[in-house]
């Protein structure tokens, strides 16, 4: 028979200090040395930096999967430190004046992220619920990602078609996260 009071769960829902949680955090702090290696025109360490901002985006998902650590903190995380550093890449891309990145994609993408983060503190307010990214968010930001590689290489050109894609996914997707935090029983 088997003694149910030694079994533990690995991680409890509310655990904040996990692998995953600790590589989105560092993904958030990947900001600053992008930007600094921009503003320095390291352009080959800005874009490995990118890189491994990607790698880590998709790393803490793997790991809190397998590890059995997906956490009510780290859904909240994940996304948060995605927003952080894109914001921080394409607020300097934006302000760069040479490399024509458009501000209109700034001021859409900071609009996006208030608004969901707001709708998402509202839920958590009202059902106590935290609800993971969806599967068009992720699209999104790997999307927004390659179109930032792009700009940092100088090929605005195909970044920019990459800009408008990613415009249509993060409206979708936007649309996506405000119906569910706005009415829970909908779970997109």
């Given at each position: 028979?088997?003694?149910?009071s030694q079994e533990t769960s690995i991680t409890h829902p509310s655990r904040v200090i996990t692998l995953a949680n600790l590589?989105?955090?560092?993904?958030?702090?990947?900001?600053?040395?992008?930007?600094?290696s921009l503003a320095h025109d390291r352009i080959s360490l800005a874009v490995l930096l990118v890189f491994f901002a990607v790698v880590t985006d998709w790393l803490d998902g793997y790991f809190a999967r397998r590890?059995?650590?997906?956490t009510e903190f780290?859904?909240?995380?994940?996304?948060?430190?995605?927003?952080?550093a894109i914001a921080a890449v394409v607020l300097f891309l934006s302000l760069d004046e040479t490399r024509n990145f458009p501000l209109w994609f700034l001021i859409f993408y900071m609009i996006r992220q208030?608004?969901?983060?707001?709708?998402?503190?509202?839920?958590?307010?009202?059902?106590h619920m935290v609800f993971g990214s969806n599967i068009i968010g992720k699209w999104t930001v790997g999307v927004i990602a390659l179109a930032i590689l792009l700009y940092i290489v100088r090929m605005e050109n195909f970044?920019?078609?990459?800009i408008l894609v990613s415009t249509v996914l993060a409206s979708v997707s936007w649309i996506q996260y405000l119906l569910r935090n706005l009415n829970p029983k909908i779970q997109s």
């Open positions: 028979m088997r003694d149910d590589l989105s955090i560092l993904r958030a702090f990947l900001a600053l040395p992008i930007v600094y590890a059995h650590e997906v780290g859904k909240f995380l994940d996304p948060v430190a995605d927003s952080i208030l608004t969901i983060s707001l709708s998402g503190i509202y839920l958590l307010n009202h059902s970044g920019f078609y990459l």
